[in-house]
């Protein structure tokens, strides 16, 4: 057949570097800190959920297509319960949709919001499955990028450059915060403008907040709590970094309902449903008391300066993430330029996996010497991994 087989607007995207680095890691025995999963389940509590849920038979035939009820409402409940003083409720039966994590979220959220044509603006960098389901949709991405300062060691949004991006042809920005990979919270004041902007120009926005509850400095605002932002916002949030339950793909929109509406149309044709036991357990996880959320930052906080301090103890220069649990640093220091070289050659040569910033970028000179690590692991992994980079430094 001499037609391709892929689509064309997939064909680009091929196989991710997550797959490959992690083959690399299983090859060589490296310790993988490139992709951003947990190797520690989430509380035994809401794992003897799910068992009870199966014994049960809840939810081992199709669950309604929106979510389980139980989930709807928690999820409604969790909103009102940290931001219901920002003056954000949703409706669990129309503002509320569960989806297979937040993946599937923005990939329903934007086939259901775009015409081909359309322009969509991104923070760059920004995650793999944005340009893929940007491209699904038929619309064209546009990117705005986070600038390193290294006198600060962190991100900076240009708001300038983001208003300049804004053409007759944009319909929606796509906002990640807390940013993955950078680790980047923005400001209330940026959040600010950025709701002034999609208010002027008549912009919706799909904003990705699935590390809300990772957040080292600052606080998390969501977007929608904002003047005029709550009819045109889709929040999407997801229990796979909260609980450590990535396997478990449970995600959902909070939104408008009538942008809800929109986002099930696209939604009922991809997975229909899905996770039914996960989903009755992951109700309960929603109420967990407020000593489990401030738990896990704490865990994570103190991960995340085992290994920043590690690495810059290798050569590293680190830009210290006020969100997430990854953290971006540059390699010049080390005598490199090429990402994706360098994290080629580190298994073999300290037995560690990171992934090249390069991958997250349309312009991918400007990713090209940095390089994210995950802290997500044991504290006893970490260590074994910073004892390995120290060599780097010899």
């Known amino acids: 057949m001499d037609r391709p087989l892929l689509n064309r607007r997939l064909a680009a995207f091929g196989t991710t570097i997550f797959a490959e680095m992690s083959a690399l890691a299983v090859r060589t025995g490296a310790i993988n800190l490139g992709q951003g999963f947990p190797d520690t389940d989430g509380p035994e509590e809401v794992r003897e959920a799910a068992v009870r849920a199966l014994r049960d038979g809840r939810g081992n035939q199709y669950p309604p297509g929106p979510g389980i009820p139980e989930l709807r409402a928690a999820i409604a409940a969790?909103?009102?319960?940290?931001?219901?003083?920002?003056?954000?409720?949703?409706?669990?039966?129309?503002?509320?949709?569960?989806?297979?994590?937040?993946?599937e979220a923005i990939a329903a959220s934007l086939l259901a919001l775009l015409e081909p044509g359309d322009e969509v603006i991104a923070l760059e960098p920004y995650y793999d499955s944005y340009a893929a389901c940007i491209a699904m949709a038929g619309g064209r991405r546009v990117p705005v990028t986070l600038r390193p300062r290294?006198?600060?060691?962190?991100?900076?949004?240009?708001?300038?450059?983001?208003?300049?991006?804004?053409?007759?042809?944009?319909?929606?920005?796509?906002?990640?915060?807390?940013?993955?990979?950078?680790?980047?919270?923005?400001?209330?004041?940026?959040?600010a403008e950025i709701a002034r902007l999609a208010c002027e120009r008549d912009l919706l926005v799909v904003t990705d907040e699935v590390y809300e509850h990772l957040v080292?400095?600052?606080?998390?605002?969501?977007l929608a709590s904002f003047p005029g932002m709550r009819e045109r916002t889709v929040t999407i949030g997801s229990a796979g970094k909260t609980f450590s339950f990535t396997g478990w793909k449970i995600?959902?929109?909070?939104?408008?309902?009538?942008?809800?509406?929109a986002v099930r149309s696209a939604k009922q044709f991809l997975t229909f449903t899905s996770g039914g036991p996960f989903q009755y357990a992951l109700a309960e996880a929603l109420a967990l008391p407020d000593s489990y959320y401030a738990g896990i930052l704490t865990d994570l906080r103190a991960k995340r300066d085992l290994l920043g301090d590690g690495l810059r103890a290798a050569g590293f220069e680190v830009y210290q993430p006020q969100?997430?649990?990854?953290?971006?640093?540059?390699?010049?220091?080390?005598?490199?330029?090429?990402?994706?070289?360098?994290?080629?050659?580190?298994?073999?040569?300290?037995?560690?996996?990171?992934?090249?910033?390069?991958?997250f970028y349309d312009h991918q000179e400007q990713g090209a010497p940095f390089v994210r690590f995950a802290f997500c692991k044991k504290t006893e992994v970490l260590q074994e991994a910073v004892d390995r980079l120290k060599g780097l430094a010899a």
């Open 78 to 103: 969790h909103q009102e319960r940290f931001y219901g003083h920002l003056g954000l409720t949703c409706d669990p039966d129309t503002e509320v949709l569960v989806t297979t994590g937040a993946t």
């Open 150 to 191: 290294p006198e600060s060691g962190t991100y900076a949004l240009d708001l300038d450059e983001l208003r300049d991006a804004v053409t007759d042809r944009t319909r929606l920005i796509l906002l990640n915060s807390p940013h993955n990979p950078t680790g980047t919270v923005l400001t209330r004041e940026e959040l």
């Open 216 to 222: 080292f400095e600052g606080a998390h605002l969501p």
């Open 251 to 261: 995600g959902w929109v909070t939104a408008a309902p009538e942008l809800v509406a």
């Open 323 to 359: 969100g997430t649990y990854f953290v971006t640093t540059d390699i010049r220091p080390l005598g490199h330029t090429d990402g994706h070289a360098f994290c080629r050659a580190l298994p073999e040569r300290a037995g560690v996996v990171a992934i090249p910033n390069a991958v």
